[in-house]
């Protein structure tokens, strides 16, 4: 396969993947928007997780709700952190409970019940994301997993489980980002609206 094949067939497959997900994922996606709704109205805040690219995307999402989404609407500023936030913190819990409670820690002490918790995980089994799971589902958080593969164990953990049906890194996170980006869309439609 020559590379100008190479690149034809990831963007053939990211694309095939995303049209999978837009004709099978709406009811899920749909229900993971409401209950965001419903925890930025009664007050609460979104809060996201992930490691290595999956941290970028915490980051990136977590942003879109601060600062804004789209330039054509204009909205105020809606509570969201990404627990990927701070070296600081990310070392000190690492270093004073283990790698596997990096997110979990923090969690414990800046979620509140009615929150919403996105753990994003393309294989569904990074540790510190299953910790951070079962601490927001003990504290009553609401859980929504950006996850690949089957999804498992982390979709036994998630109130919403979004799952891109693939094992390839690279095209899972393409996905990841795309459903981000639709859950906060439709969501700033909800609110603005």
Excluded at 82 to 100: I, R, W
Excluded at 151 to 165: F, S
Aim: with cysteine; glycine share 12%.
């Amino acid at each position: 396969m020559t590379e100008t094949e190479r690149f034809a067939a990831m963007m053939a497959r990211g694309a095939e993947l995303r049209l999978r997900l837009a004709a099978e994922m709406a009811p899920a996606l749909l229900a993971a928007v409401a209950a965001c709704e419903r925890a930025i109205r009664a007050g609460g805040k979104l809060l996201f997780a992930g490691n290595g690219g999956s941290a970028g995307d915490s980051m990136h999402l977590a942003t879109e709700m601060l600062i804004r989404l789209r330039g054509k609407v204009e909205r105020p500023s809606w509570p969201a952190l990404a627990l990927t936030f701070d070296p600081t913190t990310l070392t000190a819990a690492g270093n004073d409970y283990g790698f596997e409670q990096v997110f979990a820690r923090p969690l414990s002490g800046l979620g509140r019940r009615g929150d919403v918790f996105f753990g994003i995980t393309t294989s569904g089994r990074s540790p510190n994301i299953l910790a951070a799971l079962r601490v927001a589902r003990e504290m009553g958080i609401v859980t929504v997993g950006l996850l690949g593969g089957t999804g498992e164990p982390a979709r036994a953990l998630c109130d919403h489980a979004l799952i891109v049906p693939d094992t390839e890194t690279a095209r899972i996170q393409e996905c990841h980002i795309a459903l981000g980006h639709a859950i906060m869309e439709l969501l700033e439609d909800r609110l603005v609206g």
